[in-house]
């Protein structure tokens, strides 16, 4: 189908236009691209081609440049890409600068600057509190309702969708007595666990806290994220400061970053607040910076949870104000995870860890039983939210295949 | 005195050459610099002058390209700048190449990739046991004699001796019970910890761990490192995924990187282990990777403490093993601190958390008694190391000034 004639319908129609970074077979410059429907606009060579002043944005082999720019210009951009893809006048000039997305290679579509994971599901929390701590009396620790519990992750093993993950090694003990020894190998509890990634764009100040109100004046958009998670050793390592090695051999995002200006009809309040919260982060009189995406996650294909991210207790206008609150700046190319993503219901939880109740309970798939993940097995996460007029908005797949260390 | 004409036995002398950048009130482009003694030459402009090939490395406002570069150039290139600051021949070239130290302005030498903190001091991991968990009968955290705890911190927020520390603001508890909200404002908990900072070079692939043995090709030098630290928004915060906004407001290093090469005559090796360890870590078969380094911690230019870190249980070397043993790759300017460095006696402890012990026991300082660190406070760290034929080999300080938020 030629690149303008997107089905009605289609979730990547002219109402989303996430960006990504592509190349292709004829030439391996990266370019920033556009994707409409089942095809990608190189958007620099339109914007050459049109005589753009956004050329200088998007004739880049990276979305940083893009995403530096701030609020008022990433509207202005995508209002001309609008035009650019609806415009009947365009068409001839356009048509030659999209590329099929079958036959181009997707790259990480921005170089990460720093990377913060937080733990913002209250199910998923309640959940690890449970099968972590069987005996406590509350599975919640007592600052969890306080702030967004976060933690900062190796921003250089972040990879994009299609990349293969190789199955870490390290140190993991056999039986919890204190006085054995850790053994050494490739991790025998792999996991997943299905967020949401908030791409920082506008930069701020060292020493100058981001109010929550000025969340969308910093954040550009978002994408899908896999935090792969060895939980043997993560389990072994993380007391008393926080996950290490059982997290930074690799995170998965989208090719596709959906811009927030996408996802303008998807604004949901969260859940109702069960404590006071502190001024910085008492979102009641704010607009709502929750969003109701639908998320899926299938192993080979087999659909195996679908969490709804519209269950967040702490919304990523939340985690941005706490995570600048002391003052630590923001650089572009910032990424955010809202954190495992799980809802009430058992098949709606993001992690193989609640899935399975940390391998006591296996999922039955077609190619047989699952506690943690085996060699070979593909993981998908995809979702969408709702659009204007109904139309679904689709954000890119985050895929990957693990293979052995 | 003239550039050429370092006084002998000067810490800074010939056999040191730490690199840096810097501007001048002349021009503020960034330039490499090499120190030697109180001047800077710089590096770029000598090695255009002299036709040198690692112009390309030198003349260049960041670190990051001779970083990339690899142990032998890293040793090639110390061999050129040693014979151009000693050969006679040089010096009319290279004379107006010098500028005095203080008339330069210094700045960060290399752009951060990811940054991770380890707690590789004993004597520290058990001082914070025991005043975190007094009634516990092993200090100790069962797997710390098993592997060096690390975790990820902010890159975004490391800075330059020499720059301003905002106080931080966060949430802190006023009394520990678990039933009461926490409140918000600055820090009155602000620490230091004395580390030692180690650069990466030469990348690393995703999914190959990097041997032991393999440190000195991928380590290019060393800093000095404070991580400060707001203990109350710290303890607060940092169960159950650790240290985050506590740490991440500001990390300050040296503007000079003493290369590893500088330092071959204090390498020592590491305190006799009690646990035997895997075999990926098992370094009793490696040169040594501990360093003698003698610090100083010095708070409005009174010294408060003498940490050796000859003491530090586990290596820079271990460290890079660990850090990587899981299949994490390595970018060129890594950044990774050591954990704060106590030794066995009071007045060796790298931290005020410990100097006080947790604010009980104050020091008395020339201008009043310090719990913990107050506005206008203005922290000095500095070092040196035994060299050749037993001239000092001098780390450059690292020094901060605390601001109101």
Redesign the interface.
């Known amino acids: 189908m030629p690149p303008f004639e997107v089905p009605e319908g289609d979730p990547f129609g002219p109402h989303n236009l996430p960006y990504g970074v592509f190349s292709t077979s004829g030439s391996t410059q990266r370019r920033v691209g556009v994707r409409l429907g089942d095809h990608v606009l190189d958007a620099g060579a339109a914007a050459l081609a049109l005589g753009s002043p956004y050329a200088t944005l998007l004739a880049r082999p990276t979305l940083n440049p893009l995403l530096a720019a701030g609020r008022t210009t990433w509207s202005d951009v995508r209002r001309a890409l609008t035009a650019w893809v609806t415009v009947p006048a365009h068409r001839e000039v356009l048509e030659p600068l999209f590329h099929p997305l079958a036959a181009v290679t997707l790259h990480l579509p921005f170089e990460v600057?720093?990377y913060?994971d937080f733990?913002a599901s209250e199910n998923h929390a309640r959940n690890a509190g449970r099968i972590f701590r069987p005996d406590a009396a509350e599975p919640l620790?007592?600052?969890w309702k306080?702030?967004p519990?976060?933690?900062?992750?190796?921003?250089?093993?972040v990879?994009v969708s299609g990349t293969d993950v190789?199955r870490?090694?390290?140190?993991r003990k056999t039986s919890p007595g204190?006085a054995e020894?850790?053994v050494?190998g490739p991790s025998v509890r792999l996991d997943i666990e299905a967020e949401v990634g908030f791409v920082v764009g506008a930069p701020s100040e060292?020493?100058r806290?981001v109010p929550l109100g000025d969340y969308r004046e910093h954040v550009f958009g978002l994408t899908l994220l896999n935090d792969w998670s060895?939980r043997d050793?993560q389990a072994?390592?993380?007391?008393?400061?926080?996950?290490?090695?059982?997290k930074?051999?690799?995170t998965s995002v989208s090719a596709w970053i959906t811009p927030l200006d996408a996802l303008e009809d998807a604004r949901v309040a969260p859940p109702a607040r069960t404590?006071?919260l502190?001024?910085?982060l008492d979102d009641t009189a704010e607009e709502p910076a929750g969003y109701d995406l639908r998320m899926s996650i299938a192993i080979n294909g087999h659909v195996v949870s679908e969490p709804p991210f519209s269950t967040m207790y702490w919304t990523a206008a939340q985690q941005l104000a706490?995570?600048t609150?002391?003052?630590?700046?923001?650089?572009t190319g910032?990424l955010y995870g809202s954190g495992t993503v799980s809802g009430t219901e058992p098949a709606q939880r993001g992690s193989l860890l609640e899935l399975t109740w940390n391998g006591q309970d296996p999922l039955e798939l077609p190619d047989g039983k699952r506690t943690y993940l085996e060699d070979g097995d593909v993981v998908t996460m995809s979702a969408w939210a709702p659009g204007p007029g109904g139309v679904r908005v689709g954000l890119g797949d985050v895929s990957g295949r693990i293979v052995a260390?």
Do not use: C, K, M
Request: no cysteine; aromatic share 12%; proline share 14%.
């Open positions: 600057a720093d913060v733990y620790t007592p600052n306080h702030l519990i976060g933690y900062h992750g190796r921003a250089g093993t990879v190789v870490p090694s390290g140190q204190p020894a850790p050494f060292q020493g806290p060895a050793i072994w390592e993380y007391v008393p400061l926080g996950p290490f090695l059982g930074s051999f690799a404590h006071p502190l001024p910085y706490h995570l609150v002391n003052g630590a700046s923001l650089r910032d260390g």
